[in-house]
């Protein structure tokens, strides 16, 4: 249950103070129908990987390290677009207010 103090109360709207509320339950439901997904992919892992193991043998072991080794690689080069994506970010707000001047001129 939430207490919100009478200073707080007439500081925020009701719409803004129903909204946050509302962002905060959705972001729970979604906490708890994802979280299953991490136990449930981690066994099924598991479990594909006994099975292969048993068919294919040795070969799925280097099969997992290549595949772990990709993931390492795609992990380190979002970081880079990550920064990427903050310098179009960047110019896109120095671009923005100069498109406005110009539309007003």
């Known amino acids: 249950m939430v207490r919100l103090s009478m200073g707080s ?3 925020q709207s009701s719409g803004k103070t129903i ?6 339950v959705q972001t729970d439901d979604h906490l708890r ?3 299953h ?3 449930i992919g981690t066994l099924e892992t598991i479990v594909v990987l006994v099975i292969l193991w048993s068919h294919v043998g040795f070969t799925i072991l280097l099969a997992t ?5 990709v993931i390492s690689v795609q ?3 979002s970081k880079g677009v ?14 923005k207010p100069i498109h406005l001047v110009k539309m007003h001129v």
Do not use: H, P, S
């Open 82 to 95: 990550q920064q990427t994506d903050l310098r179009i970010k960047l110019m896109t707000e120095i671009v």
């Open 37 to 39: 997904f991490l136990w």
């Open 9 to 11: 109360l007439g500081a």
């Open 65 to 69: 390290i290549y595949t772990l080794m």
């Open 19 to 24: 909204n946050i509320m509302t962002n905060d």
């Open 75 to 77: 992990m380190l080069w």
């Open 33 to 35: 129908l994802d979280t």
